[in-house]
C-alpha cells in the first residue's frame, strides 16, 4: 500500500547553513525522514543527525537513509516476529 504525504515548511524557519536535527517518533520504512532530509537539502539546509524514539527493525529506514551519511539514533528498537512486538537489546544488536 502506497500513500502520499505533502510536506512543507516556510523559508522563515529554515535558511541556508542551518545546522538541522530531525526528531520523529518512529523509523520504519525511512520515506518521512527521507522527505525531511530532501526539503533541508533544498533550503541549503545541513542535516547533522536524527533521532527517533523507536526504530522498527524489520522495515527498512535505516539502511534507505544510509546513503545520505546523517547519523541515526533511536532510544528503542524493536523487531515485529508473529504479531509479537519485542524490545531487543542494543548491545545484542551490535553484536550481530
Known amino acids: 500500500v502506497s ?25 520504519a520504512g525511512g520515506r518521512t525522514a527521507d522527505a525531511l532530509i530532501r526539503v533541508c537539502k533544498m533550503a541549503n539546509a545541513n542535516v547533522v543527525g536524527a533521532g527517533f524514539l523507536i526504530e522498527k527493525l524489520n522495515d527498512a529506514g535505516r539502511p ?6 546523517v547519523p541515526l539514533e533511536a532510544i528503542a528498537l524493536v523487531r515485529i516476529e508473529n504479531g509479537a512486538i519485542n524490545v531487543v537489546d542494543v548491545a545484542q544488536e551490535d553484536a550481530e
Do not use: H
Request: aromatic share 16%; hydrophobic share 35%; no cysteine.
Open 3 to 27: 500513500s502520499t504525504t505533502d510536506l512543507y515548511v516556510s523559508t522563515e524557519y529554515l535558511t541556508p547553513g542551518d545546522r538541522v536535527v530531525i526528531i520523529d517518533d518512529f523509523l
Open 64 to 69: 534507505f537513509l544510509s546513503g545520505y551519511q
